[in-house]
């Protein structure tokens, strides 16, 4: 080989040996950048802004905003699958909009109540005295109001000519009383009739001349409080002359407003005091409740009857006075409350944001049902549990982002599944959900004998259900579920082998579930769990009133394979799965 041969097969050694060196160096590297910047590529779906979340592009680029540059969303955050009623913000964006969340508390539903109202007449012991017969008033024996009658007492003199001549009817019927004695005894009546005493009319018979005047004469004892005739003034039969009112006893009536009402009812009791007699309590209890509200100042009188015991109360005293009482709900006597501030409105709806225990920050739409409120909270009747944490601050904020990201909100309501059916049948279907659960632990220890005593219970309850309580679509639906889970009962029943009865239990678990999402619940949380490997690996649905995962398909084979898929809460309303899920909008 000549020298110049070998010169070239060396430079071409080189360069191979320096080609090779760098592959080694930069190639190895080009080719992991690549492929990371395609997995990166790939794990990117769209770009949103910290501060903005609903603004979501499918490239980089600058909030339109804000001018923040825009952050990736990773696939698994912004997936298909999200529920609509959840909305993940960043911690960023929470701080900014100042979000603060308070735990749902119980509460003793119990409120003293703070009215205002007067002290009134006792309208039960006022007396009117009326003329009984026409006549001029020739003389007054009270003649102000205030003054205090006895019962009997002279009141007036009253000058009625028409009683002058019915003397002289009684007079001439007494000479002839023997003859005559029912014209003598027509003449006394009427008289009678005229409320003359028995001792005036035997006055007017024995004397000689006629009785030109006759006194008129209380009726009850008590306080003039009107005077309605005057000297010389003429009065015909029923004519109001005087009322007289007895002070032993007086009211108290109080205004409740439409939101007070709840905590209002008859045989509470009422302590109050009377600016006039200060360093006093006086206590009495709800006698009644006026069942109309006045229209002009959206209130209703509540009344409270109190002994007076020598007239120290009068009638026209402000009175300030609370009352100590329970609310006529729904809860139970470990009631839950949630903050009025966490609360929005619209229509018949009531809206909570509840934060989402996971790792990236999350707030969930509850709807809720509402009790009377109480201070600066409101009773909650279904919807939350104890512990939960619902946002007080910044709601309007959270549900703003949520109409923004297209999730549902407090204006875009999903259609509901819920029926409305009457609280006795719901208590009755609660029932056979009881059953039920014995049913589903009997599966869980694989206890054939037991699932087959438990599916007979079940049976019995779903034929005390009534279902004359329904009707029209109500009663159609029940009609739809009642014949598949009676048949997978007895099927269950007859059933041996506990993978048989696994199947038919598979069946009824659907059906309850239908039901209940249909008709609500009474308990205070029902869980939907799932497991994926049931049923040939197809997947099974059941319910539990335990958070904890007892599998009712595998037992102690696979005693906790499974999750919570949905939890139901009473007075929850279930939205439609048929409803679509409203698509997410996106800026670009």
Same mark, same amino acid.
């Given at each position: 080989?000549?020298?110049?041969?070998?010169?070239?097969?060396?430079?071409?050694?080189?360069?191979?040996?320096?080609?090779?060196?760098?592959?080694?160096?930069?190639?190895?590297?080009?080719?992991?950048?690549?492929?990371?910047?395609?997995?990166?590529?790939?794990?990117?779906?769209?770009?949103?802004?910290?501060?903005?979340?609903?603004?979501?592009?499918?490239?980089?680029?600058?909030?339109?905003?804000?001018?923040?540059?825009?952050?990736?969303?990773?696939?698994?955050?912004?997936?298909?699958?999200?529920?609509?009623?959840?909305?993940?913000?960043?911690?960023?964006?929470?701080?900014?909009?100042?979000?603060?969340?308070?735990?749902?508390?119980?509460?003793?539903?119990?409120?003293?109540?703070?009215?205002?109202?007067?002290?009134?007449?006792?309208?039960?012991?006022?007396?009117?005295?009326?003329?009984?017969?026409?006549?001029?008033?020739?003389?007054?024996?009270?003649?102000?109001?205030?003054?205090?009658?006895?019962?009997?007492?002279?009141?007036?003199?009253?000058?009625?000519?028409?009683?002058?001549?019915?003397?002289?009817?009684?007079?001439?019927?007494?000479?002839?009383?023997?003859?005559?004695?029912?014209?003598?005894?027509?003449?006394?009546?009427?008289?009678?009739?005229?409320?003359?005493?028995?001792?005036?009319?035997?006055?007017?018979?024995?004397?000689?001349?006629?009785?030109?005047?006759?006194?008129?004469?209380?009726?009850?004892?008590?306080?003039?409080?009107?005077?309605?005739?005057?000297?010389?003034?003429?009065?015909?039969?029923?004519?109001?002359?005087?009322?007289?009112?007895?002070?032993?006893?007086?009211?108290?009536?109080?205004?409740?407003?439409?939101?007070?009402?709840?905590?209002?009812?008859?045989?509470?009791?009422?302590?109050?005091?009377?600016?006039?007699?200060?360093?006093?309590?006086? #206590?009495? +209890?709800?006698?009644? =409740?006026?069942?109309? !509200? %006045?229209?002009? $100042?959206? /209130?209703?009188?509540? @009344?409270?009857?109190?002994?007076?015991?020598?007239?120290?109360?009068?009638?026209?005293?402000?009175?300030?006075?609370?009352?100590?009482?329970?609310?006529?709900?729904?809860?139970?006597?470990?009631?839950?409350?949630?903050?009025?501030?966490?609360?929005?409105? #619209?229509? +018949?709806?009531?809206? =909570?944001?509840?934060? !989402? %225990?996971?790792? $990236?920050? /999350?707030?969930?739409? @509850?709807?809720?049902?509402?009790?009377?409120?109480?201070?600066?909270?409101?009773?909650?009747?279904?919807?939350?549990?104890?512990?939960?944490?619902?946002?007080?601050?910044?709601?309007?904020?959270?549900?703003?982002?949520?109409?923004?990201?297209?999730?549902?909100?407090?204006?875009?309501?999903?259609?509901?599944?819920?029926?409305?059916?009457?609280?006795?049948?719901?208590?009755?279907?609660?029932?056979?959900?009881?059953?039920?659960?014995?049913?589903?632990?009997?599966?869980?220890?694989?206890?054939?004998?037991?699932?087959?005593?438990?599916?007979?219970?079940?049976?019995?309850?779903?034929?005390?259900?009534?279902?004359?309580?329904?009707?029209?679509?109500?009663?159609?639906?029940?009609?739809?579920?009642?014949?598949?889970?009676?048949?997978?009962?007895?099927?269950?029943?007859?059933?041996?082998?506990?993978?048989?009865?696994?199947?038919?239990?598979?069946?009824?678990?659907?059906?309850?579930?239908?039901?209940?999402?249909?008709?609500?619940?009474?308990?205070?949380?029902?869980?939907?769990?799932?497991?994926?490997?049931?049923?040939?690996?197809?997947?099974?649905?059941?319910?539990?009133?335990?958070?904890?995962?007892?599998?009712?398909?595998?037992?102690?084979?696979?005693?906790?394979?499974?999750?919570?898929?949905?939890?139901?809460?009473?007075?929850?309303?279930?939205?439609?799965?048929?409803?679509?899920?409203?698509?997410?909008?996106?800026?670009?």
């Amino acid at each position: 080989m000549t020298p110049r041969n070998k010169r070239t097969l060396k430079y071409l050694a080189v360069a191979l040996g320096g080609l090779l060196l760098g592959w080694l160096l930069f190639g190895g590297r080009t080719t992991e950048e690549a492929h990371d910047h395609a997995g990166t590529e790939a794990g990117v779906t769209e770009y949103t802004c910290s501060m903005h979340p609903q603004i979501r592009q499918n490239e980089p680029g600058k909030c339109p905003l804000c001018g923040m540059d825009l952050i990736p969303v990773s696939a698994a955050g912004s997936s298909g699958e999200a529920s609509p009623y959840v909305l993940e913000m960043t911690p960023e964006a929470i701080a900014l909009a100042n979000i603060q969340t308070t735990a749902v508390q119980p509460a003793n539903a119990g409120n003293e109540l703070t009215l205002s109202g007067t002290v009134q007449l006792n309208e039960q012991k006022v007396s009117s005295i009326t003329a009984k017969f026409p006549g001029r008033i020739e003389r007054l024996y009270v003649n102000f109001t205030g003054q205090e009658v006895r019962r009997g007492e002279r009141l007036a003199s009253v000058y009625a000519p028409d009683l002058i001549s019915a003397q002289r009817e009684l007079q001439e019927a007494s000479k002839s009383r023997d003859l005559m004695p029912e014209l003598y005894q027509a003449a006394r009546t009427k008289l009678r009739l005229w409320n003359l005493s028995n001792n005036q009319i035997q006055r007017i018979e024995n004397a000689n001349e006629l009785i030109t005047n006759f006194d008129i004469y209380s009726d009850a004892a008590g306080v003039v409080t009107q005077r309605s005739v005057a000297v010389g003034d003429y009065v015909s039969t029923g004519t109001v002359m005087f009322e007289v009112a007895n002070l032993s006893s007086v009211w108290v009536v109080l205004d409740a407003y439409e939101t007070d009402l709840a905590w209002v009812k008859e045989g509470s009791t009422v302590n109050f005091t009377v600016p006039g007699i200060p360093g006093k309590e006086f #206590t009495a +209890k709800v006698a009644f =409740v006026t069942p109309v !509200l %006045d229209a002009s $100042t959206r /209130a209703v009188q509540v @009344r409270a009857e109190v002994a007076n015991p020598g007239n120290q109360l009068k009638p026209g005293m402000f009175a300030n006075a609370s009352i100590k009482t329970a609310a006529q709900t729904k809860t139970s006597s470990s009631a839950l409350a949630v903050p009025r501030t966490a609360v929005l409105w #619209t229509g +018949k709806r009531s809206v =909570v944001y509840v934060k !989402l %225990d996971q790792e $990236t920050p /999350a707030f969930e739409m @509850r709807e809720v049902t509402l009790g009377p409120r109480l201070g600066d909270s409101y009773l909650v009747e279904g919807g939350l549990s104890a512990g939960e944490q619902v946002v007080t601050n910044g709601v309007f904020a959270v549900d703003g982002a949520a109409q923004l990201s297209g999730n549902y909100s407090m204006m875009s309501a999903p259609a509901t599944k819920t029926m409305e059916v009457p609280a006795a049948f719901q208590e009755q279907l609660n029932n056979a959900l009881e059953s039920y659960y014995t049913m589903k632990d009997a599966l869980v220890a694989s206890d054939a004998a037991a699932a087959s005593k438990a599916a007979a219970s079940f049976t019995m309850v779903l034929n005390k259900v009534d279902m004359s309580q329904l009707d029209g679509s109500t009663h159609a639906k029940w009609m739809q579920l009642l014949p598949t889970m009676e048949s997978s009962a007895a099927a269950i029943q007859k059933e041996k082998a506990v993978e048989k009865q696994r199947k038919s239990f598979e069946t009824i678990s659907i059906h309850l579930i239908d039901a209940i999402e249909t008709f609500g619940i009474t308990e205070d949380a029902v869980y939907k769990q799932w497991c994926p490997m049931a049923n040939n690996d197809q997947g099974a649905f059941w319910l539990s009133d335990q958070k904890e995962i007892r599998n009712p398909y595998f037992g102690q084979t696979m005693l906790t394979c499974g999750e919570v898929k949905q939890t139901y809460r009473k007075g929850q309303r279930v939205a439609d799965a048929k409803e679509p899920v409203p698509a997410r909008e996106h800026v670009h």
